[in-house]
């Protein structure tokens, strides 16, 4: 739309005459005379011939000329007879002998002036051409007498030449001189013999002169039914245009919408084609081919809050709150069999919210009554302390590095204010070597301690990228929920991953979106409306009831 706004508006206005003409066929049979020669005036590309003869240069440069359009802004010198022939259209109407004469120009006097121009011309000049045809001829016509001249002409017709009985009589005549030539140098001129050779030679040259002149009217008669009327007239001359040929502003308001909304449609389908991203559970299930545990909304408030797990302590409920319990019920229904009681978070890469789900999991699963243990395992940025301002001071690292008891484990414990059932295992001092401490036995006596210590344990690991950590744990939590972020996390690297941790022996219960944000028929925009009816039914005053 934008794109044809600015061609209406900065294109300078084109306007178009036109003219039209009648170009009447020859009549089938009949021929005519050019420079003595016969030719057949019904081809079949007459009518192309004429075409092109409207558009030929010599017409066009002697309509420039006449015009003086060299003095104009739309075909200036040089070049300006070429411009002339561009601006000019020959449009034929089907099924007639009718066509149209286009011009264009940016004045439309001028386009009117040249339209007409070339339709006088070319009338003109067809007419010419019929006389040309048969003017050599005429002019040999026109001559009478008997005088040497005039005999001379009629005899170089065509006609005349071709003619047999002229030709055998011209050939008796040539003996009978030669004849002649010869008994002059024997006889005196009153010789009886020259005297009877010139008296023959009298007869032939009568009899030749009669002969030729009896072609002479036959060319008369014949050549008077070939010079009929031109066959070429203007119908309607062009008159001067009042609105211009273009822009078509409506016709090219409704191109720019038909072409605005399918470049729209096309962009729309290329962009879902070439988007490798993950938004709504349609993605995670048809692209991954993994559950869908539910979306987690986007907040822009949420670092506001004086706690990362507000929404849950709050008395009032609201999306985030039903979200993370929803997740919750997702996540008990995908580990069925054994409740999915140890639980791996993780996601590919940083900063696409997995501290901030696993902690709201263990928030919401601690409000049920459960015992529930979240460890930090992401001994390469620690974020859990920071998320329940609780110290970091003794953690994971410090009883895998030196811990010789589980006494040392339950005394590196925290408690989070507002969630009796929930404690913290921070990740303590960050060592200068993970993997080598996540790889050594006491993690695997770790894990046994908290799974008969607590009814749920839920680890915080690391990004399956680039680092593999997460697949340390995995020797001994074989259950994981992944986090992606919405509109951010590519597909491959989530079945990657995916693939990794099925490979190393762990269930992947499914994929979280985290962020989510409403568009469209998604399950966010869905939320959301859910959201304002919660909010509108909780805040309503309750009504009186009657009896």
């Not at 739309?74 to 109407?93: Q, S």
Request: charged share 20%.
């Amino acid at each position: 739309m934008l794109s044809s706004a600015l061609y209406t508006l900065t294109t300078r206005p084109t306007y178009r005459a036109t003219a039209l003409l009648l170009i009447e066929k020859e009549r089938s049979g009949t021929a005519v005379f050019t420079n003595g020669s016969m030719i057949e005036a019904s081809n079949e590309d007459y009518y192309q011939t004429q075409y092109r003869l409207l558009k030929s240069d010599t017409l066009i440069e002697r309509i420039y000329d006449d015009l003086q359009l060299a003095t104009s802004a739309d075909f200036p010198m040089p070049g300006g007879p070429e411009l002339l022939k561009r601006a000019i259209t020959i449009a034929p109407i089907m099924r007639s002998r009718l066509v149209n004469v286009h011009v264009d120009s940016h004045d439309s006097r001028t386009a009117a002036a040249i339209a007409n121009a070339i339709c006088d011309r070319f009338v003109e000049q067809n007419l010419a051409n019929q006389l040309f045809i048969s003017k050599e001829v005429l002019h040999a016509l026109q001559l009478s007498g008997t005088d040497a001249e005039t005999r001379a002409l009629h005899e170089a017709l065509p006609s005349v030449v071709n003619n047999k009985l002229i030709q055998d009589l011209k050939a008796d005549y040539a003996k009978l001189q030669s004849q002649y030539a010869d008994q002059s140098r024997r006889y005196t001129e009153k010789h009886p013999a020259l005297a009877s050779l010139r008296s023959n030679m009298a007869a032939l040259r009568s009899q030749i002169d009669s002969e030729t002149l009896k072609v002479v009217q036959s060319m008369k008669t014949e050549l008077s039914g070939q010079l009929k009327g031109n066959n070429v007239r203007v119908v309607d001359p062009a008159k001067v245009p009042v609105a211009p040929f273009k822009p078509k502003v409506g016709k090219t308001f409704l191109i720019g919408i038909i072409l605005g909304a399918f470049l729209a449609a096309l962009a729309a389908f290329l962009v879902e084609a070439l988007d490798q991203s993950l938004r709504t559970q349609e993605d995670v299930e048809l692209k991954l081919n993994q559950p869908f545990l539910g979306s987690i909304p986007y907040s822009q408030d949420l670092a506001l809050k004086a706690r990362i797990y507000q929404p849950l302590v709050e008395k009032e409920s609201s999306l985030t709150s039903e979200s993370f319990r929803n997740l919750r019920t997702m996540v008990d229904f995908a580990g069925v069999a054994d409740r999915a009681r140890q639980i791996m978070v993780t996601s590919t890469m940083q900063e696409e919210g997995k501290t901030y789900i696993a902690s709201n999991l263990a928030v919401a699963i601690a409000q049920l009554g459960e015992n529930v243990l979240l460890i930090d395992g992401d001994l390469r940025r620690p974020k859990l302390h920071r998320n329940f301002h609780v110290t970091s001071e003794r953690g994971v690292s410090d009883f895998l590095a030196t811990g010789e008891s589980m006494e040392e484990a339950e005394t590196s414990l925290r408690e989070v204010p507002g969630v009796p059932n929930l404690r913290i295992l921070p990740c303590g001092t960050r060592p200068p070597n993970p993997s080598e401490l996540l790889n050594t036995p006491k993690l695997a006596a770790l894990v046994t301690w908290a799974k008969s210590r607590f009814d749920r344990v839920i680890v915080d690991c690391p990004p399956m990228f680039p680092i593999h950590d997460t697949m340390l744990w995995g020797r001994h939590i074989r259950a994981a929920v992944f986090v992606v972020r919405y509109g951010k996390t590519r597909t491959p690297l989530v079945r990657n991953a995916a693939q990794r941790l099925k490979a190393a022996g762990v269930k992947v219960l499914g994929v979280s979106v985290n962020a989510a944000r409403p568009s469209g028929l998604t399950y966010a925009a869905y939320g959301y409306h859910y959201q304002q009816y919660y909010t509108d039914y909780t805040t309503a005053k309750p009504a009186s009831v009657k009896s």
